[in-house]
């Protein structure tokens, strides 16, 4: 990951530094598709960017070997919940199955791209068990809720205590009825074949719609929860400092707010730790971010971070390897009238 803990303050923008996802090479095993490290093509550039809105990044590879190479190009992206349901996953166009808009294109053409789909229950892969019970992996999709009502009961009660669904009772407009919620998360990998030339570069760009975590109203710097779990977790995982904190402590609270602080959350990730699977350290690595608004308050963690815009951040650096994975929280502040 980026160096930890450095935070910039730049008058009311306030970061700690990047979120990003990045193309391995891979191979389909029994299990499904497996990641691994190239010792023969380098990832000469990488320019990304990102906001809550969409998701670019243009990669420039060179196969250094004196053969052509031929190999699967995969891209992880974040986990998809819906395990907490005080919490809102916005997911850009979820009722179709490439619900992230997800485009590629090599050399400035376009390629077809295919989804691996699995399932976990916290640590736990439960793709097969779904797929034997006929429920779809996506649990957001209303046809795997869907699914779910029409199971048996003697396997709706082995999936409530497997604790796969969470059952809940209400009136859906036509009378209290049993749902079962779906309480488990989806990971997709979208992944293609590809050839690299002998001795040559070869570009590769990806363009997608991110899905952003939200909440309306955020728990960071509410005087009744100073020393919260929650806020404890969220300000060692966005690196929140005191000068992020005292902003949100000292922002005007509209009178009809009871709880909280005045600023909804988006929180976005993206998986950057499969950037060090080729030959070599990224040689040229180009990060933007965009934090929506000039207002908004914009935190993650790592360095070398400058202000390009009163809305953009970038960072550059040579000769980079990646170690982990990045997680940006923004926080949008409330209007002054309901």
Known sequence: ???????????????????????????????????????????KAEDLFISAKEVKVHYVF??????????????????????????????????????????????????????????????????????????????????????????NATKQREFIRNKLVERQDFDGG????????????????????????AGKETAIDHRYRPSVGSSNVTSIGDPKEPSSSLVKEKQEEYCI??????????????????????????????????????ARPIADFHLVIDKGAPDNLMSFCGDSVTKSTSELVEIRKSDFTPTGDINILILKPFPKTP
């Not at 166009?93 to 699995?118: I, Q």
């Not at 009825?177 to 990998?189: A, E, G, I, Y």
Request: aromatic share 8%; hydrophobic share 40%; glycine share 6%.
């Open 1 to 43: 990951m980026l160096a930890r803990c450095f935070n910039l303050v730049l008058g009311a923008f306030f970061i700690a530094a990047p979120a990003v996802a990045n193309d391995s090479t891979a191979e389909l095993g029994t299990g499904g598709l497996v990641l691994l490290k190239s010792s023969d093509i380098e990832m």
């Open 174 to 197: 036509s009378g209290m009825s049993r749902h079962l919620l779906p309480r488990w998360s989806l990971v997709t990998t979208y992944y293609f074949d590809q050839v690299f030339p």
């Open 241 to 278: 400092d005191d000068a992020v904190l005292n902003a949100v402590k000292t922002a005007p609270k509209p009178s009809y707010m009871e709880y909280g602080s005045p600023f909804e959350e988006q929180r976005i990730s993206y998986i950057l730790h499969t950037g060090a699977n080729w």
């Open 62 to 151: 060179r196969n250094d070997s004196p053969n052509d190479i031929s190999t699967v190009i995969a891209f992880p992206m974040p986990r998809i919940s819906t395990n907490d349901p005080g919490e809102i996953q916005e997911i850009p166009n979820e009722n179709s199955d490439n619900f992230l808009d997800f485009s590629t294109s090599v050399n400035g053409r376009p390629v077809s791209v295919r989804a691996e789909l699995r399932a976990y229950e916290g640590n736990r892969e439960i793709t097969g068990i779904l797929k034997a019970a006929g429920i779809p992996l996506a649990p957001h999709r209303r046809k795997t809720e869907d699914a779910l009502g029409r199971l």
